[in-house]
């Protein structure tokens, strides 16, 4: 990226993301995400439970035939 100027610091600031953060983590299957044009998706397994889990795969699979047009 291109430095910017940013009010009350005298130089350029260079910017920066941050990106695969979580990379350790999706090892050990925890975490779920995928993020593109259109599209952003975060799950944490490790935060819900059975039902939550359920919920969220009903969801998803609605979500999916959606996208297939059914």
């Given at each position: 990226?291109?430095?910017?100027?940013v009010?009350?610091?005298?130089?350029?600031?260079?910017?920066?993301?941050l990106?695969?953060?979580?990379?350790?983590?999706?090892?050990?299957?925890r975490?779920?995400?995928?993020?593109?044009?259109?599209?952003?998706?975060f799950?944490?397994?490790?935060?819900?439970?059975?039902?939550?889990?359920?919920?969220?795969?009903?969801?998803?699979?609605?979500?999916?035939?959606?996208?297939?047009?059914t």
């Amino acid at each position: 990226m291109e430095p910017i100027r940013v009010k009350g610091i005298q130089r350029d600031v260079r910017p920066y993301a941050l990106q695969n953060v979580l990379a350790e983590r999706d090892e050990k299957n925890r975490f779920i995400r995928t993020e593109d044009e259109g599209i952003r998706l975060f799950l944490d397994l490790a935060k819900m439970n059975k039902r939550q889990r359920t919920k969220a795969a009903k969801n998803l699979e609605k979500a999916a035939a959606k996208l297939r047009g059914t």
